[in-house]
């Protein structure tokens, strides 16, 4: 595995086995725990937003501590993401499948006409 990039599927193993290791406190990974993984995911987003109100985007540009406790977070929130995955026995081949084919049907999509029609506005 590779510490400059990292798949889907190895993100899955890695929280299998974080998973695995602390098993006896945290009990058997279910899809009904989805739920909860999906509001501790929020949470840390709560944190990630939460630092970039306090200390700023540039701060997380060009500040190494900011930057660091900023990607601690996000990945945080990625491992819930991938708990998430993993409880509702979702494959990385599935994943990607939906992925491309969301990322096909926004490459159609015009945002701003969909936008405004979501807020009753004509342009943004």
């Known amino acids: 595995m590779s510490d400059k990039d990292i798949s889907i599927a190895e993100m899955q193993n890695l929280q299998r086995e ?15 725990h989805a739920k909860s993984h999906l509001l ?6 709560g944190e990630c937003i939460s630092t970039i109100k306090k200390k700023g985007i540039d701060s997380i540009m060009q500040d190494k501590e900011v930057r660091a406790r900023f990607l601690e977070e ?32 926004n490459m159609k999509r015009n945002f701003s006409e969909d936008n405004a029609e979501k807020y009753n506005k004509k342009t943004f």
């Open 18 to 32: 974080l998973q695995e290791a602390n098993k006896e406190k945290w009990g058997e990974q279910k899809p009904e």
């Open 40 to 45: 501790y995911m929020v949470e840390e987003m």
């Open 74 to 105: 996000i990945t945080d929130v990625q491992n819930y993401y991938i708990e998430v995955l993993n409880c509702l026995e979702i494959t990385p081949e599935e994943y990607a499948k939906a992925y491309i084919e969301k990322h096909n049907y």
